[in-house]
């Protein structure tokens, strides 16, 4: 497969990171105005870092554009003569639309809308795909991809905005959860590398307990909470003071974010 990445910021080196790590491309072209996140990679056979984006399109098969909503017209619109219906564009900016893109490259290209995560990185990623009508036969081949770096779902393009705010901004949610335990835990009398050690393999178990028991979490918090318990005592508080409201309200304000981001 001969891959290219159009933008290499937080996002695009995480995807980067990931097929490294993997080697599944026969090419990988890194293009961005500046590549000093990638610029390790320079070394490595049948990987080119370079600014020059119409090279990096028209050298691969595979495009990802992983660019600001504010900057993906005018780049795709710079590379769209060196784009093909042999191309199979994938776009992770949140909020642009496929309709978007295809008011661009033509809607006879195959355009697929794909929303990891960081956890890319590490091949621990989220990862929501929808396709546009030329490419529904190439969500097999993108499922392939991303399979490889964690897992996939597709869904219909209307839900992409909603997986984003729980998938992609979900990391940071989840992390600063785990920053809150490590804030508690300071608190209570441990070194700081000791609470966010207690924090994150804590947060890592409960995590696997329910990947791998398949249960609902109640269950598991069933099993933990022993009746006129301290772990009782402390989930009452927190909902009282709102843990699980505000979480939700949370989510809600950045869904209607995104949504404002999609019309602009
Ligand atoms: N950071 C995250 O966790 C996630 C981000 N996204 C989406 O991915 C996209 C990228 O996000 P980030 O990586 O965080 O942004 P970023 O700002 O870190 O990266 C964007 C990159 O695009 C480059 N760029 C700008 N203009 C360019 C041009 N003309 N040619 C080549 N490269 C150019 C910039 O130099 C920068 O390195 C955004 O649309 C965001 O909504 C989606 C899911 C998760
Ligand atoms: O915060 C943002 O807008 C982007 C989309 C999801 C993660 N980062």
Redesign the pocket.
């Known amino acids: 497969m001969k891959i290219a990445i159009i933008g290499t910021g937080n996002l695009g080196s995480s995807i980067a990171k990931g097929l490294v790590k993997n080697n599944t491309f026969s090419s990988l072209y890194l293009s961005d105005k500046n590549t000093t996140n990638v610029d390790a990679y320079k070394s490595l056979p049948n990987v080119v870092v370079t600014n020059d984006n119409e090279l990096a399109v028209a050298e691969s098969d595979i495009v990802i554009f992983a660019l600001q909503p504010k900057h993906i017209n005018s780049v795709l619109e710079g590379v769209s003569s060196k784009i093909s219906e042999k191309h199979v564009v994938m776009s992770v900016a949140?909020g642009v639309e496929i309709s978007r893109i295809e008011g661009i490259i033509g809607a006879d290209k195959n355009i697929i809308r794909v929303m990891p995560?960081t956890a890319i990185s590490i091949g621990k990623s989220m990862t929501c795909i929808a396709a546009n009508k030329a490419a529904q036969d190439k969500v097999p081949m993108a499922r392939d991809i991303f399979n490889q770096l964690g897992t996939t779902m597709v869904i219909p393009e209307d839900q992409i905005q909603a997986a984003?705010v729980i998938c992609?901004?979900g990391i940071?949610f989840w992390m600063r959860l785990v920053r809150a335990t490590t804030q508690g835990a300071i608190q209570l009398g441990f070194e700081a590398h000791e609470a966010h050690q207690l924090a994150l393999q804590t947060c890592y178990g409960a995590a696997s307990l329910l990947k791998e028991s398949g249960r609902h979490p109640e269950e598991e918090i069933d099993r933990v909470t022993t009746p006129s318990g301290c772990t009782i005592e402390g989930l009452n508080e927190m909902e009282h003071q709102g843990l699980s409201s505000s979480l939700i309200k949370g989510i809600n304000a950045s869904f209607e974010k995104?949504n404002q981001?999609k019309k602009n």
Do not use: E, M, V, W
């Open positions: 949140a995560n984003t992609a901004s940071a995104i981001l």
